[in-house]
């Protein structure tokens, strides 16, 4: 499973580091979950309280839904339900 970068990592990321563009975020999300970011469910802003955010630009964020799982071989944590969160509320 790809690294994931939170919402403080791009706020503070070199700019060449971040995505450039909406279109490029969208991209990284299909890259590193193997989804599409707009076929995800929709969440609120209350919903980020608990959840992971795995993944961010700008006012987005892809959140970990639920327990994670732990992988096996590595110990990582991982997640197998996601969902996107305007925090614009918009």
């Not at 990284?28 to 919903?47: H, I, Q, R």
């Not at 795995?54 to 639920?66: S, Y």
């Amino acid at each position: 499973m790809a690294e994931f970068k939170d919402a403080q990592y791009w706020a503070t990321a070199p700019r060449e580091e971040r995505p450039g563009s909406f279109e490029e975020f969208k991209q990284e999300v299909e890259a590193k979950l193997g989804l599409d970011f707009d076929e995800l469910p929709e969440g609120t802003p209350e919903e980020m309280i608990g959840s992971a955010s795995l993944l961010a630009f700008e006012d987005w964020r892809v959140v970990g839904v639920g327990k994670p799982n732990e992988d096996p071989e590595t110990g990582k944590e991982t997640y197998t339900e996601f969902k996107r969160i305007n925090m614009a509320g918009k």
